[in-house]
């Protein structure tokens, strides 16, 4: 099963696009007590909006191999209202948008490569895990009104709609 290792408490910053507040979130993704990837998050009230968009990493990052950072790969994602959707849901984005190319990140995929990837169900039990584990803590959000808060008012089908991608 796959759980999560907070680096460190939630991180208040500014929002570079708007100004307002956002929060950062990081740590490590364990699977059977051993490393297994990494995820960054930030999550954002943009025009009365949450959103979250996030990456995670998958590989040894070149700590264990001589391989170096080639075997990483990272997903990018965007959790919010997305159109034609009830609800908020996850959508694959560009990675290369979300993170900085750093040996770290390794090869960072597009939204086409993501969906082809063969770990994209990796990926999306990750967002799962994060969801279930970071979205749902009202703490986390900058506004201190978290996803559940914004499902509970999607009704009572909200608990799945967590869990949607698109």
């Not at 995670?56 to 070149?62: E, Q, R």
């Not at 986390?140 to 914004?150: K, L, M, R, S, T």
Request: glycine residues 12%; hydrophobic residues 35%.
């Amino acid at each position: 099963m796959l759980s999560l290792e907070k680096f460190a408490e939630p991180a208040a910053q500014s929002c570079p696009d708007c100004g307002g507040k956002r929060t950062f979130l990081s740590g490590g993704l364990i699977q059977d007590q051993k490393a297994v990837g990494l995820y960054s998050m930030h999550l954002y009230r943009h025009g009365g909006e949450r959103e979250a968009f996030l990456t995670v990493s998958f590989g040894d990052h070149g700590v264990d191999s001589d391989s170096g950072p080639a075997d990483t790969v990272t997903f990018g994602a965007r959790f919010g209202q997305t159109v034609g959707t009830e609800g908020p849901a996850f959508s694959a984005v560009n990675a290369k948008e979300l993170s900085p190319p750093t040996e770290l990140y390794g090869r960072r995929v597009d939204r086409d490569e993501a969906l082809a990837h063969p770990w994209i169900g990796r990926f999306w039990d990750a967002c799962d895990v994060l969801a279930d584990e970071l979205l749902l803590n009202r703490r986390n959000w900058p506004d201190g009104i978290g996803a559940a808060g914004v499902l509970r008012r999607a009704g009572s089908r909200a608990r799945h709609l967590l869990h949607r991608r698109v």
